[in-house]
């Protein structure tokens, strides 16, 4: 079936440092790519997505970047503050936008830590 | 900023009962979900639901499962008899058309505690 590959599982950096999560993806339909955060207790938090027909898209300490060929996408967070730790989930839709409703495929989440 | 709300935010039932979780979704949105966490893994999938109907399901979404947008604001998850495994975080999103909006948007969730 489809699926959605996230690494790694969990990640400790020092403040200040960068954090680089990568996901890979099954669905060469798969057109859009959203990132989300969840803090404790919280639901999903839509922070960052990027659209097939661009490599890459940043926005402010935090960039995207899609390689189709390869089925990757990563998420990049630059001078990480003690306020990103959270759980990061990568997402794919099922068979794009040509069909169907867009259900997301989530990966399996990336805990990140960011020490001061 | 709009935000898509759930109520409530932690229910607590016996096995066997009926449960109703609520969602409010983004006012101007057209396509609705449930997505269910259990602890410590990947969110997943449960139904989509447009145009008062269902467009799609997951093998998780049996028979005890059902959706309903009863006015123009609201869309529920009932589940008619809990199970145990049935404990998980339960969110609901939606997104504002097909066209080039490919958002989805999520509520803070409901903790469904079967016992």
């Known amino acids: 079936g489809e699926n959605v590959e996230q690494h790694p599982s969990t990640l400790s950096v020092q403040e200040g440092d960068s954090a680089v999560i990568k996901c890979t993806y099954s669905?060469?339909?798969?057109?859009?790519f959203p990132w989300y955060k969840q803090e404790l207790g919280k639901g999903p938090q839509l922070i960052i997505d990027i659209r097939s027909n661009v490599g890459e898209k940043k926005d402010q300490r935090i960039a995207v970047t899609l390689n189709k060929t390869a089925k990757h996408f990563s998420l990049h967070i630059t001078e990480t503050q003690p306020e990103d730790s959270a759980v990061y989930f990568c997402?794919?839709?099922?068979?794009?936008?040509?069909?169907?409703?867009?259900?997301?495929?989530f990966g399996a989440g990336t805990r990140l830590a960011v020490h001061p | 900023e709009p935000e898509v709300t759930q109520t409530p935010s932690h229910q607590v039932t016996q096995m066997g009962q009926e449960v109703i979780l609520r969602c409010v979704p983004i006012?101007?949105?057209?396509?609705f979900y449930w997505y269910r966490q259990i602890l410590g893994q990947k969110v997943e999938f449960l139904v989509s639901f447009y145009n008062n109907e269902i467009s799609e399901k997951s093998e998780i979404f049996d028979d005890q499962f059902s959706v309903e947008r009863p006015d123009g604001s609201n869309f529920t998850l009932k589940i008619r008899s809990t199970k145990l495994e049935d404990s998980a975080m339960y969110f609901c999103?939606?997104?504002?058309?097909?066209?080039?909006?490919?958002?989805?948007?999520f509520g803070p969730g409901t903790r469904l505690t079967v016992t």
């Open positions: 669905d060469s339909a798969s057109n859009y």
């Open positions: 999103a939606s997104r504002a058309d097909r066209g080039p909006h490919y958002e989805q948007y």
């Open positions: 006012s101007n949105h057209l396509y």
């Open positions: 997402a794919a839709p099922l068979g794009g936008f040509s069909g169907g409703y867009n259900k997301l495929i």
